[in-house]
């Protein structure tokens, strides 16, 4: 079945990092905008003449999505890309066009013991937008445990990186880890350190039997990290990946 596309609006636009933006659009008729945390959308824009699409996960952080007439979803600039050329130019009041939910990247009914939520750069956008039914869980269930890892190349690239650490002050069940593979801040906190997500995966003493892993962002580190715990004894169906692929097209 095809998804319907619907006429959206930029609401805001605002800077994350030095190359990334977040931008919030509304649909054009203020209907609500459903979706399950870590769920993607599909964007129409205009570029030379010509219709393009790009896929965005929803980085919103909404408490009662049923009511939910936002859609929310960080972009980072790729240099000559059609949807940065459109979407770093864009103001509030233009107009696109979005089609979706789509995706399988999201929270089981039932938790498994542990979630490993793997992502680079904006690829913690789904993760992002789990985090209010992640803490919701962390309340139910005190055994439940979440390892957050993001890569980014150094501390300014760390996106909602103040929030995961905030989580991770209120529930002893959540921990964060921020990986830098190029440059480490003066004075490290405990939660970060030097290297990609990669560095991290014995430390954490991955459990096929006990274990969920979540792996979203750039499609080399997708791959990577995919076969690797693949060959550690995790069945598909605990490994969910997402691929966020770069185009200039």
């Not at 859609?71 to 000559?80: D, K, L, M, Q, S």
């Not at 956008?125 to 957050?148: C, F």
Request: glycine share 6%.
């Amino acid at each position: 079945m095809v998804s319907p596309r619907h006429p959206v609006i930029l609401k805001q636009k605002k800077a994350l990092a030095p190359n990334t933006l977040e931008l919030t659009y509304v649909r054009e008729d203020e209907a609500v905008i459903s979706y399950l945390p870590g769920q993607f959308f599909s964007l129409d824009f205009p570029h030379q003449g010509e219709e393009k699409t790009r896929s965005y996960s929803a980085a919103g952080r909404v408490p009662d999505l049923k009511n939910n007439r936002e859609f929310r979803f960080a972009i980072t600039a790729v240099p000559n890309g059609a949807a940065s050329d459109y979407f770093f130019n864009a103001t509030p009041g233009d107009r696109a066009k979005m089609s979706g939910p789509f995706g399988a990247l999201i929270l089981p009914p039932v938790d498994p013991h542990r979630y490993l939520l793997i992502g680079t750069g904006t690829g913690v956008a789904p993760y992002r937008a789990m985090l209010p039914e992640i803490e919701r869980r962390l309340r139910a269930n005190t055994a439940l445990r979440v390892e957050l890892v993001m890569g980014v190349r150094n501390p300014q690239e760390l996106i909602y990186g103040e929030e995961f650490v905030e989580a991770a002050t209120r529930h002893m069940g959540f921990r964060f880890h921020a990986c830098y593979s190029r440059q480490m801040p003066a004075t490290p906190q405990a939660h970060e350190q030097a290297g990609r997500v990669q560095v991290l995966f014995e430390t954490l003493e991955p459990n096929p039997e006990q274990d969920m892993v979540y792996i979203c962002g750039n499609p080399d580190m997708v791959e990577e990290a995919g076969s690797w715990f693949l060959a550690r004894d995790f069945s598909p169906r605990r490994v969910k990946r997402e691929k966020y692929k770069f185009s200039t097209l």
